[in-house]
Antibody, heavy 120, light 108 residues
Framework: QVQLQESGPGLVKPSEILSLTCTVSGGSIGGYYWSWIRQPPGKGLEWLGYIYYTGRTNYNPSLKSRVTVSVDTSKNQFYLKLNSVTAADTAVYYC??????????????WGQGTMVTVAS | SSELTQDPAVSVALGQTVRITCQGDSLRSSYASWYQQKPGQAPVLVFYGKNNRPSEIPDRFSGSSSGNTASLTITGAQAEDEADYYCNSRDSSGYNLVFGEGTKLTVL
């Protein structure tokens, strides 16, 4: 079965770049939309952006200037970069799979999440 | 504030039926998906689209939609259903995705 695994630094300094990788195992990254979603401690879920396996992207308007999502189909991985981080970016970051050939269908597979803390 | 509005908290007696709602203008043209999240765990998809439930989800979970409101109904709530529930859909532009603020369900 398809599984997702987030990886990356657990601590990032303010004003630096948060970089995470999501590795897709047990299936192909092709055909699906893939999203990054985060959850600050004690708060709700926030969608950050999605990427189609072709490279087409779309981002949360509130973060659009700071977020970049990319994909490497040869490695079955997709990536998140968030620039100029502040303490407000401290959260559990999840990667998730959306619909085949369309987005907004439903995130049927999630990674376990990785906690990222922004602090000096 | 989110484009999708949920009640912050709802309670239900064990074995009774509870409806969790999600309101937003985008729901007039897009279906919602629903997620259950227990403490320290990743969210789990429990219902999506017009009438779709993942195979591993008990059939006491069902969804519906009318106008600008999507609903998740749990018929015969169990103790293990106590969790946070989030709705998700496209926003009013149709291009972005948005989550509701979440509803904390307590099973009494």
């Amino acid at each position: 079965q398809v599984q997702l695994q987030e990886s990356g630094p657990g601590l990032v300094k303010p004003s630096e770049i948060l970089s995470l990788t999501c590795t897709v195992s047990g299936g192909s990254i092709g055909g699906y939309y893939w999203s990054w979603i985060r959850q600050p401690p004690g708060k709700g879920l926030e969608w950050l952006g999605y990427i189609y396996y072709t490279g087409r992207t779309n981002y949360n308007p509130s973060l659009k200037s700071r977020v970049t999502v990319s994909v490497d189909t040869s490695k079955n991985q997709f990536y998140l970069k968030l620039n100029s981080v502040t303490a407000a970016d401290t959260a559990v970051y999840y990667c998730a799979r959306d619909g085949i050939g369309n987005y907004g269908i439903g995130f049927d597979i999630w990674g376990q999440g990785t906690m990222v803390t922004v602090a000096s | 504030s989110s484009e999708l509005t949920q009640d912050p908290a709802v309670s239900v007696a064990l074995g009774q039926t509870v409806r969790i709602t999600c309101q937003g203008d985008s729901l007039r043209s897009s279906y919602a998906s629903w997620y259950q999240q227990k403490p320290g765990q990743a969210p789990v998809l429990v219902f999506y689209g017009k009438n779709n439930r993942p195979s591993e989800i008990p059939d006491r979970f069902s969804g519906s939609s009318s106008g600008n409101t999507a609903s998740l109904t749990i018929t015969g709530a169990q103790a293990e259903d106590e969790a946070d529930y989030y709705c998700n859909s496209r926003d009013s532009s149709g291009y972005n995705l948005v989550f509701g603020e979440g509803t904390k369900l307590t099973v009494l």
